[in-house]
């Protein structure tokens, strides 16, 4: 069952890892990212619907695990857009949130921000031609 706890919880996370806060890294599954907390753990994942048309949006599922590893919960931004928002405008600007969530996740546990910087501090340390 779908609660205001979930979508919360997407607001949440999506603050959270735009300030840098949460600490996403891989799992063994490529393209789910974890952040681990005291007792529980979240992973975002990004899906694809095979046969879908081109354009179609992906799903972006997070779930929930205990501190053995369990699976305690599951949802997606889908579910939780439908539920939460009756207008589609609000519904859309929800999902673009958790499709940024996702990209943010991404980039914190592949480290992309650290290889950018340091690709720019070598090409700025160079000597000229």
Known sequence: MISAKHKELFEQLYGRTKEGNIAW???AEKGTYRASFAS????ISREFHPGAPDDS???IRITVRN???DQIDTFTDG???ASAFANEAARFAFYRRCEELFAMAERTALGTEDALDSI???LKDMLPF
């Open 79 to 81: 579910t939780v857009g």
């Open 67 to 69: 501190d053995t590893g």
């Open 57 to 59: 949006e992906p799903t």
């Open 120 to 122: 720019l501090k070598e």
């Open 40 to 43: 529980h753990s979240l992973e």
């Open 25 to 27: 890294e891989e799992t």
